[in-house]
């Protein structure tokens, strides 16, 4: 199989979710599994197998690339969900971040620090990691502090992984957690329980619909016995076995529902004044260190034992009949009296010690009250064995003589529990982990037979039952959808099925929303901001001539404001132009076009002190003109080298005007302005001939009646020919090649000026470069 992130999911129409079982497949122990969607990839839970020992106990580790993995989620303390994370995190090239709730966290800790312990006996080595222990305290130590923590129904989001943890019912701290990825939604029961006990909350129905349910199956179809009958079963065995003097064994796994029979137990033994002399003795260093746990917690459990620590005032884990022994060594094993041992699975330590003990007194009673797993010794005495072998010497066989019961207290759900659960979870696909083959199967086709009617519907509900590292792959309709937000939703009409909507689309990491941009700040954490430009030129012509000026350029020009004070313009709906005595400013608001547009702005008014036409037509209305003339320089000009070169030619043009002064006043007159203004030129239209036409018509406002054109359209060569006539210089311009032949340097270079500005005028702004 591969061990690369393949599914990226972005190929084609469907995306694919994919499944990978590590381990907890068509079997209970050593739970590990992967889900990936959209190249995430989120890993659920690090168990270990109690039927093996050493490496054979790890999920299948070898078979997948544990360094793709960016999350790694913690359901329980359990060892068959949580007992081989320091080796993940500690020996291999796993490099996600861990999470787990307060509760699993502070267990956990002690609980594979006894795991360390218990797995190092029966071993030659003292510490390093070999066959039969996985890893050390000090590798314990360090994952520790790694570890992250996460609160019942908060959610946390990290890199596109959204995930909340909920109450899973089960052992203290257990959690289901709910995984968002790229619009897929994923629920993942660990173990957990329906059954209202003594001390924990019932599991929790997620608000929201997943698309795939990975839910446990560890009873199958069974159907659990009613609580109060099964309690009642419990305690008279129990009474019965200490009755006839014998000892009652109860193989614990040491935290979880061990504190639950304990809560059972010592209110049994109080109603019970005949057993007051009989000790319970509760053989667990561990659940001594993790009780603190336990009533550390109490306001994560539920409310009846929350309301007996209130009432009370006392904690309800500290009992009044339990004795806690650190080991066998001072247990004075003389009388009648029961014993609550770990490990659960008896497959060694202290249970295991006083299984052998007692297992030749048929007045003796072991009483299983978890879920026991396939190759362990619990397993094996449910067969009812006559001998069982010795742990220290497996050769040697002890007789079985001992009554076994298997009463149940294990917190998983039986099938009525789950199939209702799974109807409200309302899922569409089903995946089902944790559970031997056979009641897996039986599950499969209990849930199967049950929605058989929305079977080939879009409704039709798929359940499968994948084995360790089968690769499982789901497609989904890749539908992109946007949630809109803000604003935006007061525009849609709720009763019209289909409608357009325009806003601004914001991705964030797999998440859709649809903002107006008013709203951006506040539900994408993005901002936005207008750049205003605003510049001020000293320009000392009228307001006609720079009206007159900017409508060569751009045509039509609305006058916002024309009072004798003020006058504003607005060029091309974009650039703001104000007049204020000699002072015009020039405001836009910043974009690619308007700063191109507003700096052909600048760039005309800059050059319309300047420009012959200029001095003809203000003339008449400022008589102070050519006081200002050379003061029209930007008072900002970084960004416009343009206008500084042609301050340059302020000189040239100056002399050129005292020479000519006299001749152009009376050859404007006003018809001709007028005549040229009703002629907007358009930026659209850009071909050569309309340009050389416009090209015409300014020098011909310039030069009035001095400018002769030959306008004979069929006099192909002379057609772009004009001639200036000044005085005693005559000038030949070539339009269409932009060249001036004259006598007059003077005239030369002012016509050169002028045919300069005329082509800058007449170019759409993208093409000037061809004219310049
Ligand atoms: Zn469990
Ligand atoms: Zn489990």
């Not at 109490?298 to 620590?309: A, G, L, Q, T």
């Not at 003077?746 to 800058?760: P, Y």
């Amino acid at each position: 199989m591969s061990s690369k992130k393949t599914d990226n999911g972005t190929s084609g129409e469907t995306e694919q979710f994919r499944f990978f079982c590590l381990g907890g497949g068509n079997e209970v122990g050593r739970s590990c599994h992967i889900i990936q969607f959209k190249g995430k990839t989120v890993m659920l839970d690090a168990g270990v197998h109690p039927g093996y020992s050493g490496l054979s106990s790890l999920p299948f580790y070898d078979e997948f690339d544990l360094s793709t993995v960016d999350i790694l989620l913690i359901s329980h303390f359990h060892l068959d969900h949580a007992a081989s994370l320091p080796f993940v995190m500690q020996h291999t090239n796993f490099k996600g971040r861990v999470f787990m709730t307060h509760p699993t966290k502070a267990i956990y800790r002690w609980l594979l620090n006894d795991f360390v312990r218990v797995t190092m006996i029966g071993d030659d080595s003292s510490g390093t990691v070999n066959s039969g222990t996985l890893y050390t305290d000090d590798d314990l130590a360090a994952s520790f502090d790694k570890i992250e923590t996460i609160d019942y129904h908060s959610t946390v989001e990290i890199d596109g992984i959204r995930f909340t943890a909920y109450h899973a019912g089960h052992v203290l701290g257990a959690a289901m957690f709910f995984i968002e990825i790229g619009g897929i939604k994923v629920l993942f029961t660990g173990d957990y329980s329906r059954e209202e006990d003594r001390h924990l909350n019932i599991a929790e129905v997620p608000l929201t619909r997943p698309d795939i349910l990975i839910t446990e199956s560890t009873f199958g179809t069974a159907t659990h016995e009613n609580r109060i009958e099964k309690e009642t079963k419990f305690t008279n065995l129990i009474h019965s076995t200490l009755l006839r003097g014998g000892r009652c064994l109860l193989p614990v796994f040491a935290l979880g529902r061990a504190q639950e029979l304990l809560l059972i137990l010592d209110e049994y033994w109080k109603n019970n004044e005949d057993l007051e002399d009989i000790n319970i003795y509760y053989a667990s260093s561990l659940a001594r260190k993790c009780m603190a746990v336990y009533q550390t917690y109490i306001n994560m459990m539920n409310e009846s034992i929350r309301k007996k620590f209130r009432d009370s005032n006392s904690n309800p884990f500290q009992f009044k009949y339990i004795k806690s022994i650190r080991n066998l060594d001072k247990f004075d094993d003389l009388n009648p009296c029961i014993v609550l041992a770990a490990p659960g699975m008896l497959q060694n330590g202290v249970s295991r010690e006083l299984l052998e003990r007692w297992a030749p007194d048929e007045r003796n009673a072991v009483i299983l009250t978890g879920y026991s797993i396939e190759g362990t010794m619990a397993k094996q005495l449910l067969m009812e064995p006559a001998q069982i072998p010795s742990f220290n010497n497996p050769d040697i066989m002890i007789p079985r003589r001992a009554g076994i019961t298997e009463i149940s207290f294990a917190a998983h759900v039986d099938y009525e529990q789950n199939s209702k659960f799974i109807e409200l979870v309302n899922p569409k696909s089903i995946i089902l982990v944790h559970g031997e083959s056979n009641p897996m199967g039986r599950l499969k086709s209990a849930l199967l037979s049950k929605y058989q009617k929305l079977k080939n519907t879009e409704n039709e509900v798929k359940v499968y039952n994948p084995r360790n590292c089968d690769d499982l792959k789901l497609s989904f309709k890749g539908i992109k959808i946007a949630k809109a937000m803000g604003q935006i939703v007061e525009s849609i009409d709720p009763i019209k099925e289909k409608q357009l909507i325009s806003g601004v689309l914001v991705q964030k990491n797999f998440d859709l929303n649809l903002l107006k941009i008013e709203d951006l700040r506040e539900y994408s954490g993005l901002s936005t901001c207008i750049v205003k430009e605003r510049q001020t030129i000293r320009c000392c012509a009228g307001r006609d001539l720079i009206f007159w000026h900017l409508s060569q350029m751009f045509g039509f020009i609305d006058i916002k404001i024309d009072e004798p004070e003020e006058f504003t313009i607005e060029v091309m709906n974009c650039i703001n132009i104000t007049l204020e005595t000699d002072l015009c400013t020039v405001q836009w608001t910043s974009s690619m076009v308007n700063d191109t547009i507003a700096d052909s702005v600048i760039a005309i008014l800059l050059s319309v002190d300047s420009s012959p036409a200029s001095v003809k037509i203000s003339s008449k209305q400022c008589s102070g003109h050519h006081a200002h003339e050379h003061d029209n320089k930007a008072d900002h000009t970084e960004n416009h080298v343009k206008a500084e070169s042609e301050s340059e030619d302020e000189p040239k043009i100056k002399d050129e005007e005292t020479a000519t002064n006299g001749i152009v006043k009376k050859e404007v007159e006003d018809s001709q302005l007028l005549q040229v203004l009703d002629f907007p030129l358009s930026l659209a239209d850009s071909s050569i001939q309309t340009r050389i036409k416009r090209i015409k018509i300014l020098l011909r406002a310039q030069f009035g009646d001095s400018l002769s054109l030959f306008d004979n359209e069929d006099d192909g060569e002379n057609q772009n020919i004009a001639t200036i006539k000044i005085g005693k210089h005559e000038a030949k311009v070539d339009i269409f090649n932009l060249t001036v032949e004259c006598g007059s340097g003077v005239l030369k270079g002012r016509i050169e000026n002028m045919l300069k500005r005329a082509t800058d005028l007449v170019a759409p702004l993208s093409q000037k470069s061809r004219f310049v």
